[in-house]
């Protein structure tokens, strides 16, 4: 098994910035994948940020030149870097991992934190 462990997150006017982490520890030689997705409220989980083991990533057109994600292999952490946020990035973010290279839909996903709460203010 995998447990992720997510931090960040919290409440940020429109235009600000967050940042968000994620280890990863026990079985973590199965991880290929690890990524960020989201869920709003009454909406389906959905892809944010998505990142393979040599670093090849993948985000959803929305906040593709806002978000960055990037990657620690050697501390078996994710990272996602977002800017310039506005309300409809409202959400519940997920950290997950995947056996396959990139999961870029939440279907894939083989292993997830429980998530942590980015509200974004107008």
């Known amino acids: 098994q995998v447990q992720l462990a997510e931090s960040g997150g919290g409440l940020v006017q429109s235009g600000g910035s967050l940042s968000l982490s994620c280890a990863a520890s026990?079985?973590?030689?199965?991880?290929?994948?690890m990524g960020w997705y989201r869920q709003a409220p009454g909406k389906e989980r959905e892809l944010v940020a998505v990142?393979?083991?040599?670093?090849?990533?993948n985000y959803t057109d929305s906040v593709k030149g806002r978000f960055t994600i990037s990657r620690d292999n050697a501390k078996n952490s994710v990272y996602l870097q977002m800017n310039n946020l506005n309300p409809e990035d409202t959400a519940v973010y997920y950290c997950g991992a995947s056996r396959m290279i990139m999961a870029s839909s939440p279907n894939g996903v083989d292993y997830w934190g429980t998530g942590t709460l980015v509200t974004v203010s107008s």
């Open positions: 990142m393979s083991h040599d670093g090849t990533s």
């Open positions: 026990g079985s973590i030689w199965t991880i290929s994948g």
